[in-house]
């Protein structure tokens, strides 16, 4: 099997797991944990499952130089992210929060320009405003659009695309020179240190007993089974492929939420997601074109 055919495979994985966990973190979160005590022993697992994983492959030692990029993938990729993300996602339509996420490639390219100078011309700029109007028309939804939806929610699911954009521009060049796991292990050690302060509490307050079964296997989807195979599958489809292509697959991940939303929440898809939707994938669309051209 080519290396192509492998991370088309990887990522649509890697979006349907995603995807589900829009609502999957609903059977689990605010009710029985908090959404940053989730976070917090999602991070644990991560250090837990990297750092033995780390101990079956060749030591790399990471350069003085590199430490700041480290910290700040640390602070965009595994700790603040994730805070807005479950925040967000426990707090809006799981809908509204996938069709949110989408205009992540926008926001890669506009971090892209300004940390590497990459050009934007009037294309690039046409999409990059549809994809931004989109985006806020969809947070600025009045609440009760969709069961769930809220401004509060729709702007941590934004914020948390901005800090992934910039974490996955900053972490690209640090692909190509350092493995996979040496990476993860020291960027989910310095997040779950960052998050402590903030999850600490919802942590010690969760009562287990009280979980049934559909509650454990939510909380294990969410806290070890995303993790595992969002992250560093993601990583390696990147070794792969170009970035444009793996953000690409972020399109499946709405699929996924708005099937699933529709099918276990009672979700609705509202004429004006839909609306922002095209607003946004036209936006992207043209950032996309551009690129490749």
């Known amino acids: 099997m080519s290396k192509n055919t492998l991370a088309h495979i990887t990522l649509i994985i890697v979006s349907i797991v995603y995807g589900a966990n829009y609502v999957i973190i609903k059977f689990v979160s605010p009710e029985h944990m908090g959404p940053s005590g989730l976070v917090l022993i999602r991070t644990l697992m991560a250090v837990v499952f990297f750092w033995i994983a780390g101990l079956f492959i060749k030591k790399q030692t990471i350069a003085k130089e590199d430490w700041p990029k480290i910290v700040l993938c640390a602070i965009c990729g595994s700790a603040f992210n994730q805070l807005c993300f479950f925040q967000g996602a426990v707090n809006t339509s799981p809908i509204d929060a996938s069709l949110i996420m989408t205009s992540n490639p926008i926001i890669v390219l506009l971090f892209a320009s300004v940390l590497l100078k990459e050009k934007i011309n009037s294309t690039k700029m046409t999409g990059i405003a549809l994809g931004c109007i989109g985006a806020v028309f969809i947070i600025m939804q009045k609440e009760g659009a969709n069961t769930s939806s809220s401004l509060y929610g729709n702007t941590m699911i934004f914020v948390n695309s901005i800090l992934f954009g910039l974490y996955v ?37 969760v009562e287990w007993d009280k979980f049934d079964n559909q509650v454990w296997w939510a909380f294990i989807y969410s806290s070890a089974i995303v993790t595992f195979l ?23 991940q709405p699929l996924i939420a708005v099937v699933l939303a529709m099918l276990w929440l009672d979700e609705e898809l509202s004429l004006s997601a839909i609306f922002a939707a095209i607003l946004i994938f036209i936006g992207v669309y043209l950032v996309g074109k551009e690129s490749k051209a």
């Not at 350092?178 to 010690?204: A, N, R, S």
């Not at 969002?230 to 499946?252: C, D, H, K, Q, T």
Request: aromatic residues 16%; charged residues 10%; without cysteine.
């Open 230 to 252: 969002g992250y560093v599958p993601n990583i390696m489809a990147l070794r792969w492929v170009s970035s444009a292509l793996v953000s690409s697959y972020l399109y499946v």
């Open 169 to 205: 521009v900053i972490v690209k060049p640090l692909i190509t020179k350092y493995d996979t796991i040496t990476l993860m292990k020291w960027i989910f050690l310095l997040g779950l240190i960052m998050l402590i302060p903030f999850g600490y509490q919802e942590t010690m307050a």
